[in-house]
Nanobody, 127 residues
């Protein structure tokens, strides 16, 4: 079992920046592919970004490309989502996810690709 804890969500004005963190206390994440998803009430969970366990492969949803950056620190067992130029439509609860992976290249874009989830952190972008 992997316990993931997100933090960093906040209320921010459009055009601003936030950095989300997701930690796994007492656990190493070096063997896990990791991802960020988001969800607004009444809608399905949406893929945002993913990073391979090696940290050298990543993928982004088209809606966040060139604005968001996913990264990982395997020493700290933490992943990050740097969000710049935030838009109103980025308002959502953000979730990190993990899946043990044999492949150094594996990246998951689907909600059902992942086995472990955090509890979410709320990001609200205001005009």
């Amino acid at each position: 079992q992997v316990h993931l804890v997100e933090s960093g969500g906040d209320l921010v004005q459009a055009g601003g920046s936030l950095r989300l963190s997701c930690a796994a206390p007492g656990r190493t994440l070096s063997s896990y592919g990791l991802g960020w998803f988001r969800q607004v009430p009444g809608k399905a969970r949406e893929f945002v970004a993913a990073i391979s366990k090696s940290g050298i492969y990543w993928d982004y949803a088209d809606s966040v490309k060139d604005r968001f950056t996913i990264s990982r620190d395997n020493v700290k067992s933490t992943i990050y989502l740097q969000m710049n130029n935030l838009k109103l439509e980025d308002t959502a609860a953000y979730y990190c996810a993990a899946r043990s992976s044999f492949s150094a290249r594996w990246i998951g874009r689907g909600e059902y690709d992942y086995h472990y989830w955090g509890q979410g952190t709320q990001v609200t972008v205001s005009s």
